[in-house]
């Protein structure tokens, strides 16, 4: 590829920073434009995720441009999900059976900041900020632009524009509305909203509650979560119904009802947020969907990146994982021998589509799996069981949610099919009886001999699933 073209980057958030730093180190010329303020100097989180759940893939892209070792300084580990009933008792469930498979909590602007840092001490790297994408002429590689502070508008040509403009990205819509092409486009909203709230460190700077844990207040039809922050707070989210239920979005009005839905259902969230009321009514309500869309790419002028090409719903922990592990698989095929754009686009989006659409899917599952299942006896049992594999039969045996975060040699769609057979393979054996209980998890031999027959049952679906597919084409 020619290093001497110059290569736009639309967004510089969390995958265009990355995707910025990863193509000026292999030495191209690349412009970023952020039609945001610098997040270095002005707070701009409102209504965002502050934090984020940073696991194996993500890992393996700092580990790719080098920088790892100044990421970890800004994690809190999180070893297990700490489940709250609705009496306030609350129950450790690990992640993984293995020591050294947890997922971290880290800042969004801190990590974002970062990687800018390290993108623009780049003498190749130049990165404007206050600058709003309108559209992108994408049949003569020009990108249209609105300055902010000048309220100047002005265009700017490049060789090669790559959007990682997230979930609202102008290139994708430009794709849309433009018409030169077939462009599949879907935009996928959960009946549910989330909002923002927070625990606040306690007077001497600690933490109100266990700091090593995501929590969850699961219940059914709704949960309330909370990640750890380095300063001692938490950053609480709620995600409820816009209409559905007694108590939802478009009914908690007043500070009365709003008090009554959290002493109801999170009486122990509740005792460590005196400051619930101000920030329930001062932060946004905002939507959950999932985009899906094809093809990502306009010959070898355009491409889309992160969640431009692929948004999806926070309940895997993987949005950010996801659209850093897509600058490590385009990375890749930058060291195959294309010998233009087009065919190392289209590569890229072979390759990759199944697996963000899987992860996609998986996000999805898991939502139901948080506010519900979790509190579900069988399931609980199934986790047990499952722990007791990986503990026992490290090298045998990983979970679905091992495979998909801690496993980042293993592709998102390899994951969801061994991991739904497995879990089918397990339910339905508990629920059978061919699994006997009460478990003997204590017992090496019965676990092993028990192990065996989830392998062959996984096996026996994984099969039936190959058959039915090969039925259907």
Known sequence: MNKNQTIQIIGAGLCGSLLALRLGQRGFKVEVFEKRPDLRKVDISAG????LAFSNRGIKAMNMVGIQHKVEPLCIPMHGRMLHDIEGNTLLSPYSGKENEYINSISRTDLNALLLNEAEALNNVTIHFNHKCTSVDFE?????FYKYEDKAEFS?????????DGAGSALRKSYYLGKKFLFSFSQDYLTHGYKELSILPAENGGFKTFKNALHIWGRDSFMLIALPNLDGSFTVTLFLSYEDGEYNFNNLTTPERVTAFFSTYFKDALELMPNLLDDFF????????????????????????????HAIVPFYGQGMNASFEDVTEFDKLLDENFTDWESLFKAFETGRK???????????????????????????EKRNLEMAFEKNFPKSYASKYALVTFNENIGYREAMLRGRAQDKAILNMLADGDIETPLKLDNKTWLEHTLKQVQAETEHILEEDRIAKNMQH
């Open 140 to 144: 003569n590689n020009r990108s249209h």
């Open 282 to 309: 001062k932060n946004p309500t905002s939507p959950l969907g999932t985009v899906k869309c094809s093809p990502w790419h306009y010959k070898g002028n355009t491409l889309l990146l992160g969640d431009a090409a």
């Open 156 to 164: 700017k040509p490049a060789e090669v524009i790559i959007g990682t």
């Open 48 to 51: 965002r995720s502050i934090n």
């Open 354 to 380: 199944k697996d963000t659409d899987a992860i996609a899917d998986l996000a999805i599952d898991n939502f139901h799996e948080m506010k519900g299942h979790v509190n579900n006896a069988i399931f609980r």
